[in-house]
């Protein structure tokens, strides 16, 4: 298990870097982040490269036993490059660019910036290959898909649209492009979506999710190109990228194609339980978080302190649920620029404080107990399927006020959480085997092929949960013409007769067992054609029709819930649908206590965290083993406020 923190020796004197390297050491730091914004002072002029005091930097910390994993610094490109290309600078839909003066302002597919992206990168690789203490690379920082609507971009975008359909005619019949005469007869023709006389949302929705897939394709060619250089000069280095956790203007999956692992930046004010989860299940795998908060956040407004322990409840809570590394950002409040007020582990003064001494205890704390963690991961009965396109399919076209995809992702995610069952987010093209149930948010864009995926899991034993929005369209944007949810009617056994878009309007539902939720947002009409009914509409015209199915189809079971409802029904629900299929859950989890478990050889870690500033009393599953104490636990545990508890199961 590795404590780290971010690093940035350029924007201190260079007395001071022992000064720092030595209070690090103290605390338990073992890994630092350097360089990711130092592009300025690695190349102050055209290929004139400066590393030298980056070299002393890090035999400051290799002196301390400190390791580092080094950020290629493209996401701040300096002055000089902007003023002799100012062509790089990004541009808005209103076709005027993102000036200097901040960060980002690069256009990803600029092929000037490309080239001095290359430049930079493979100059820092060359250099820090061989070099002891450097151990990985950062891509860039949180990355974002690159919207930019430039003369470059349109040109790559057509670009892209003739390699996806191979001719006009296929666009035209891909996109439905009749509609409004918009038929296109050369491929110069083609718009980016720029701000039309009826706004830019209102293009062509087959567009405006292309576009999206193309802006996200862009910044995953671009992230490539650095990998090439960085797997050529550094191969014994491993290569990962800093996400941001639910950011949704890039395919995740796809970006994370050429990494060794995920991680992300995470800065919490309550559970960060369900974009843990979402970072782990990119690659299946355990995940870094590279910026850990431990301050106050916030560039020009801060927000409010970490309360004791919750750094140390934060830091368990990813562990609990996949970090190997937990990296806090930053080393120390930066006395200029922009985060002056983005709070590191010291203040402005440098003087080690309250922050500081919760920093070390939780290195102390999880060098102990690194042997019961070493080796583990988290596994799941239950997955939720998470899919880029789906998400920028609802938010093109929202369907109601309200609904998202997330908003779905987040209800059932914390449905589970609140009973104590674990969950693995994966893409749609996971292999869905090994897990009990398989829960769909709005597969908005459904393909045959998706759609006899999921019949298959359900036919071979699997369980799914259908939600309203699935089946609406095909994979180009285009409404399909049968009855929805299309193709997973069958799995379903029902069909939606009608829908009502409810927005801020409420109905209710009624379970068959007699208990009311309160409904909102959106209520798809069922008509059952061979499932049973769970649940119907309380009010409104179709008060006593059918909201939520059950439906059996060959060793499997389907549910389709036609809308979304207070957080009580999911929790009530679910709980259900656990006892009839045989998931473990915990009884009576208080809100804001959660239970994870890291599986391994030796059995199960469980971590038992509270969230709350309130203690807690808390029943455990099972009789545990507690290897700090050193005994058994069978009797309820004891959370003071933010308190964490690690315990064994037997294996």
């Known amino acids: 298990m590795i404590v780290g923190v971010d690093y940035y020796p350029e924007h201190w004197e260079e007395e001071r870097w022992p000064v720092d390297a030595d209070l690090m050491a103290e605390a338990g730091i073992t890994v630092v982040r350097m360089a990711e914004f130092a592009w300025s002072r690695l190349e102050p002029a055209e290929g004139r490269f400066e590393f030298a005091w980056l070299d002393r930097a890090l035999d400051v910390l290799a002196s301390r036993g400190i390791q580092a994993v080094l950020g290629t610094p493209t996401a701040a490109p300096p002055a000089w490059l902007v003023e002799k290309h100012r062509d790089i600078l990004p541009v808005d839909e209103l076709r005027q660019p993102r000036e200097f003066g901040a960060r980002l302002h690069r256009c990803l597919a600029n092929p000037t910036f490309r080239r001095y992206s290359r430049a930079i990168t493979a100059a820092m690789a060359a250099h820090y290959a061989s ?21 470059h971009c349109a040109q790559a975008f057509r670009a892209w649209l003739e390699q996806r359909y191979g001719s006009l005619d296929a666009l035209n019949a891909a996109w439905g492009t009749v509609f409004w005469s918009q038929d296109y007869s050369a491929w110069s023709q083609v718009p980016l979506p720029w701000r039309t ?12 999710l292309d576009y999206d897939r193309f802006a996200s394709d862009t910044a995953v060619a671009f992230q490539r190109e650095q990998i ?27 970006l994370a194609a050429d990494l060794d692992f995920v991680s992300w930046d995470n800065y919490p004010t309550a559970s960060a339980a369900l974009p843990h989860d ?14 850990q908060r431990c301050g106050h956040t916030g560039w020009n407004q801060m927000s409010p302190a970490p309360r004791p322990g919750q750094l140390r409840v934060w830091a368990w809570q990813a562990v609990a649920h996949g970090a190997d590394a937990v990296v806090f950002f930053r080393w120390r409040s930066c006395r200029s620029g922009t985060e002056q007020f983005w709070q590191g582990i010291l203040n402005h003064d440098g003087q080690p404080g309250r922050r500081y001494r919760e920093i070390a205890a939780l290195a102390e704390e999880l060098k102990a107990l690194a042997p019961e963690l070493d080796g583990t991961t988290p596994r799941n009965p239950v997955a939720i399927l998470y899919a880029y396109d789906q998400i920028w399919a609802l938010q093109i076209q929202p369907n109601a006020p309200g609904l998202s995809y997330r908003r779905f992702v987040e209800k059932y995610h914390n449905g589970f959480t609140r009973n104590g069952i674990g969950v693995d987010v994966v893409a749609t093209d996971a292999d869905l085997a090994g897990y009990r149930l398989v829960v769909c948010p709005p597969l908005t864009l459904l393909d045959e092929a998706l759609a006899a995926r999921i019949e298959r899991y359900v036919a071979d034993g699997g369980n799914v949960l259908l939600s309203a929005r699935t089946g609406v369209k095909d994979e180009r944007n285009i409404a399909r013409a049968e009855p929805l949810p299309g193709p997973l009617a069958r799995v379903a056994g029902a069909v939606v007769d009608e829908y009502d878009a409810l927005g801020e309007g409420t109905n209710a539902i009624e379970l068959v067992t007699g208990a009311r939720f309160k409904a909102s947002t959106w209520c798809d009409i069922l008509r059952e054609d061979g499932a049973e009914v769970v649940a119907r509409y309380v009010g409104d015209y179709y008060a006593g029709r059918t909201a939520i199915t059950r439906h059996a189809l060959g060793k499997g079971k389907a549910w389709y819930v036609g809308t979304l409802a207070e957080p009580r029904f999911y929790l009530h629900f679910l709980r259900a649908i656990a006892d009839e299929l045989g998931i473990p859950r915990v009884t009576g989890l208080p809100s804001g206590i959660e239970i994870a478990a890291r599986h391994g050889n030796r059995g199960s870690v469980l971590v038992v965290t509270n969230l709350t500033a309130a ?9 545990c083993w507690d290897p700090v104490a050193e005994a058994m636990v069978t009797e309820p545990i004891a959370l003071d406020p933010y308190g964490v508890r690690v315990l064994r199961t037997k294996g």
């Not at 690379?137 to 919207?147: G, I, M, V």
């Not at 706004?199 to 087959?206: K, L, Q, R």
């Not at 250089?229 to 796809?254: I, K, Q, W």
């Not at 979402?278 to 910026?291: A, D, H, Q, T």
């Open 228 to 254: 090439e250089l960085l797997r050529e000069h550094c191969p014994n280095h491993f290569v990962t990228h800093n996400y941001m956790g639910l950011h949704d203007s890039v395919d995740y999956y796809a």
């Open 615 to 623: 203690p807690h009393e808390v029943e455990l599953p099972m009789p």
């Open 278 to 291: 979402v970072m782990r299940g990119i690659l299946r795998k355990n995940f870094w978080v590279m910026e």
């Open 131 to 151: 070099h002891p203490t450097v151990i990985g690379w950062q891509t860039d920082n949180e990355l974002t898909a690159n919207r930019c609507y430039c003369d």
């Open 197 to 208: 006389a009826c706004g830019a949302m209102a293009h062509n929705p087959s567009l405006l």
